[in-house]
């Protein structure tokens, strides 16, 4: 096994570093496809023994962006489950059917090899692992375009419980608890506060965010952030005041949630939804009366959409400032949906390639005419650019780069724009049968395109990343 890689044990900002992460092993499996190896857990401790410091907090560090063993073990044990378990016939299928979401496909991913808990410490029964072995995950999902709620359950509401945690403990971003100051956010905490027991009182807010994280972790309970699938962490700049501008309007009167929240991702198959109001961040849990969720006609049949409608909704406070941890969290889901648009775009050029070989016109393979050859070459160039960006902003998470916000932006700036067109070329290279309903390059120019718009437009990330070195925004 490779050495291990500095600064890749490094907690989360703000949270306990995991426990016995020097000496754990973890084999990748579930049934018939698994791959032996050991997990991040397992072999990714940093070069300090003191977990509040290490490569985490060296700036001037280079960021790391080729796969590790570990990583290209995990990744191996992940597309022969998908290669077992998510055909595109079967995909298809599910897009129009009542049940998109693929159930047994996420048990085998986040209960059998344990991926719904990657990003929570091992101290709430996660693996402990960092945000590079996520982005392989997502890698991956995009690749099959797995119906699974990884992307917004495993990444974006985890990061946003691991901040309520934090930030109940009183830890800035820039710290790290160590382990025995891990139940700093959990003990003492009481008993959970509901939407009735006062909206801000946050005496009891630790709790709930830490038992919610360890339910996330099993697998077995699925959280989603209640906010439209098209909302960046530009919509909380500017801090509380700012936090109305584009957000959806969730009120607590009476010691109880109302609203209604459009266009939110995999809200059909989630157990909990987090649900940002006026008072603070709460925990709503979808099977009471109050709570109805509606499905919308998606674009992306394997990531559908749904409108919630909350009346008079019980809901435990998870944090009563929302503005501290919304942020980061949409960042930590643009960062890593980075990946996922390379897993899109990198199925889309092999196929493509593979096609152009096997199909022959004037006695010769397609592909052989140097007009296809160029294009072919200019579209792996782009996702070679994309691999760059897509693994800095997975570093620069895993590692707390100051330079985080601005790897995440570059990524978003690249993906979104590379995926679509991967599909694209895709779709029109294949020829005829590129435009059969059968043929599953549709599903991926659809997620695609739906991702393009997810958690903040190319253009949005562009504008943000002129602002944050200084320079003009793009016009248009």
Not at 193 to 219: F, N
Not at 412 to 433: M, N, P, W, Y
């Amino acid at each position: 096994m490779s050495a291990p890689r500095a600064g890749m044990s490094a907690p989360r900002a703000g949270m306990p570093a995991p426990r016995g992460a020097s000496s754990g092993s973890l084999s990748w499996s579930a049934g018939p496809a698994s791959a032996s190896g050991s997990s991040a857990a397992g072999s990714s401790t940093g070069s300090s023994s003191d977990p509040g410091s290490g490569a985490a907090s060296d700036s001037s560090a280079s960021p790391d962006l080729l796969y590790s063993e570990d990583e290209e073990d995990l990744r191996a044990a992940v597309r022969r489950l998908l290669d077992d378990h998510c055909i595109p016939a079967e995909v298809l299928a599910r897009t129009e059917s009542g049940t998109p979401h693929d159930r047994a496909l996420w048990k085998l991913l986040a209960e059998d090899m344990g991926l719904a808990g990657l990003l929570v410490p091992e101290y709430f029964g996660g693996q402990g692992a960092t945000h590079r072995e996520v982005a392989v995950v997502l890698e991956e999902l995009g690749r099959s375009l797995a119906p699974v709620p990884f992307l917004t359950s495993a990444v974006v509401a985890t990061d946003a419980l691991l901040g309520c945690v934090a930030d109940h403990a009183g830890v800035g971003l820039g710290d790290a608890l160590a382990p025995g100051d891990a139940g700093a956010g959990t003990e003492d905490a009481g008993s959970a506060t509901s939407a009735g027991g006062g909206g801000s009182d946050e005496r009891g807010a630790g709790a709930p965010a830490a038992e919610l994280l360890a339910e996330l972790a099993t697998g077995r309970t699925v959280a989603v952030l209640a906010l439209p699938l098209a909302m960046g962490a530009g919509a909380f700049a500017g801090g509380e005041a700012a936090v109305g501008a584009g957000c959806p309007r969730v009120r607590h009167e009476g010691g109880a949630l109302h609203g209604q929240i459009t266009g939110v991702a995999d809200a059909a198959t989630a157990d909990v939804l987090l649900v940002s109001a006026d008072t603070g961040l709460y925990a709503v849990d979808v099977r009471q009366d109050g709570v109805v969720v509606t499905a919308r006609t998606s674009l992306d049949g394997t990531r559908p959409l749904a409108d919630v409608a909350l009346t008079a909704a019980r809901g435990r406070i998870l944090t009563a400032h929302p503005q501290r941890v919304l942020p980061r969290a949409l960042d930590v889901g643009a960062g890593l949906l980075a990946s996922e648009q390379l897993g899109i775009a990198d199925w889309c050029l092999t196929e493509t390639v593979r096609y152009t070989r096997d199909r022959h016109q004037f006695n010769r393979p397609v592909g052989s005419f140097q007009a296809l050859k160029h294009r072919l070459a200019q579209l792996w160039l782009r996702i070679v650019h994309t691999r760059a960006a897509a693994r800095n902003a997975a570093d620069a998470l895993a590692t707390g780069s100051p330079e985080t916000v601005l790897a995440v932006a570059l990524a978003q700036s690249s993906a979104s724009d590379t995926a679509v067109h991967a599909a694209e070329e895709a779709l029109q290279l294949h020829g005829g049968i590129g435009m059969t309903w059968e043929h599953p390059v549709h599903l991926y120019l659809k997620r695609a395109k739906a991702n393009s718009i997810a958690l903040g437009t190319a253009a949005q990330h562009r504008q943000r990343l002129a602002s944050l070195v200084d320079l003009a925004p793009p016009a248009g």
